[in-house]
């Protein structure tokens, strides 16, 4: 059994910076995207930003320009560096990932932004 397993969450003041992580056990087959979601309290889960395996990336608007998103596929993980962080990017962060035919979701991590 495939298990995402993310470290890195907490509470930062607004403007700060974080570094999210998320590993994978392990693989069966090809990880075709690696990425992260989040979801606030009442709302529903979105698209943070997402990597492919052959490195192209997406970005939510709303975190294009502060959140960069990175992979080492030699360790199945993922990586999220967050920048200039607003109170509004307060949600708990899921990471997702397509390994061959089946879809994985971590337990998430939660991220707090307040002064």
């Known amino acids: 059994q495939v298990q995402l397993v993310e470290s890195g969450g907490g509470l930062v003041q607004p403007g700060g910076s974080l570094r999210l992580s998320c590993a994978a056990s392990r693989r069966s087959g090809t990880i075709y995207v690696m990425g992260w979601y989040r979801q606030a309290p009442g709302k529903q889960r979105n698209l943070v930003a997402i990597?492919?395996?052959?490195?192209?990336?997406n970005y939510a608007d709303s975190v294009k320009g502060r959140f960069t998103i990175s992979r080492d596929s030699a360790r199945n993980t993922v990586y999220l560096r967050m920048n200039s962080l607003k109170p509004e990017d307060t949600a708990a962060y899921y990471c997702y990932m397509r390994n061959g035919a089946r879809d994985y979701w971590g337990q998430g991590t939660e991220v707090t932004v307040s002064s």
């Open positions: 990597i492919t395996r052959d490195d192209s990336t």
